[in-house]
């Protein structure tokens, strides 16, 4: 059985919670019709959506054609996209798991992977873990796209409590009590810079976006 530390058993306590009561997230990312298209112009097959929840982007990949690996933390989050799954005639391979644990898959294995809003789920330790695993499991000159929170606390809508420099839980809320680090750009540009980023900017609903590769 899996131990998870403190904040990773209150993420997925929450989300577990979430996805019983059906609050799923459907929507898509905006950029990912052009990623996408990026993956199918490089011949990209094999991706990793690193917390994949109740796979909404899981779903959209495996639509497109692409063989897509999902991994999340919540247990629930993990049924609800197998049902999706199923019910749609699509496949994907589902794992539950934390994003910050050694991920279970062999080096160089995928020839992308993304990660959408989900990364900043953690303190900057456990997210410098994941983002080498991410460089181990991802193939050279495979791509990556990540999404993370940019706002300020102050354009949080409900009370929270500071627990780290830039990491902060709301007391409140849909997330009430799951870890949120806030990243800037030149913190992404640290923590990725094994990489070699192509770009950095920021979506109409105030997330960084990264697209980058593992450099060959």
């Known amino acids: 059985m899996t131990e998870y530390t403190a904040d990773e058993y209150a993420t997925k306590t929450r989300w577990d919670d979430i996805y019983k009561s059906d609050r799923l997230m459907v929507e898509i990312d905006?950029?990912?019709?052009?990623i996408t298209e990026l993956f199918k112009t490089h011949e990209v097959t094999k991706i990793l959506d690193l917390g994949c929840g109740a796979g909404r982007h899981t779903i959209y990949l495996a639509d497109h054609g692409f063989d897509v690996y999902g991994i999340d933390i919540s247990t629930e989050g993990i049924k609800k996209a197998a049902q999706q799954l199923h019910?749609?005639?699509l496949r994907a391979t589902l794992t539950t798991g934390s994003i910050y644990h050694t991920l279970p898959y062999d080096s160089n294995f995928f020839d992308s992977v993304i990660s959408i809003r989900v990364l900043h789920h953690g303190r900057i330790e456990a997210i410098g873990r994941a983002i080498k695993e991410i460089e181990r499991v991802v193939k050279p000159n495979g791509f990556i796209f990540v999404t993370v929170r940019k706002r300020t606390p102050k354009k949080f809508r409900f009370p929270f409590k500071e627990i780290a420099p830039r990491t902060y839980v709301p007391l409140e809320g849909l997330e009430k009590?799951?870890?949120?680090?806030?990243?800037?750009?030149?913190?992404?540009?640290k923590e990725f810079k094994a990489f070699n980023i192509h770009d950095i900017w920021v979506d109409s609903k105030k997330?960084?976006?990264l697209l980058g590769q593992k450099v060959g």
Request: glycine share 4%; charged share 25%; hydrophobic share 35%.
């Open 30 to 34: 905006e950029n990912m019709p052009k």
């Open 87 to 89: 019910d749609l005639n």
């Open 177 to 189: 009590g799951v870890v949120h680090y806030l990243f800037t750009k030149k913190i992404l540009e």
């Open 207 to 209: 997330y960084y976006c």
